[in-house]
């Protein structure tokens, strides 16, 4: 089974949010996703400033098998990009949770984050995917 910690927030295509509590939240892709991904080579992320909505398409990470869009669980304006993933893309495989986050959005409406799964919704995505 894929690490799911507890403290996070999910969304069924496999991208996770950190709440950091000052308005803004961290995105990145599961332990789940990267592992079905493989060893990942490139990653391509939002430009800072971009306005997203949630569920549009914010990226695209790819691997030795295969390309995936990143999309963004909520809506807001992108604040930061883990730029250290343009040398070091695997660390999305290192540390999913970690040094492998992809962005952070400043939120447009924090009530999104009521629609997010919790680990355990998470799980069971992922055991309908196996």
Known sequence: MSDIPADLKYI????WVRVEGDG???VGVTDHAQDALGDVVYVELPEVDVVLSAGDEAGVVESVK???DIYTPLSGTVI????TLEDAPEQVNSDPYGEGWFFKLRL???GE???LLDADG???VCDADT
């Open 12 to 15: 069924a295509s496999h991208e």
């Open 66 to 68: 295969a390309a995936s």
């Open 108 to 110: 447009a409406d924090a």
């Open 122 to 124: 998470y799980a069971d």
């Open 24 to 26: 803004t939240v961290t």
């Open 113 to 115: 984050l009521d629609e």
């Open 80 to 83: 930061a990009v883990n730029s």
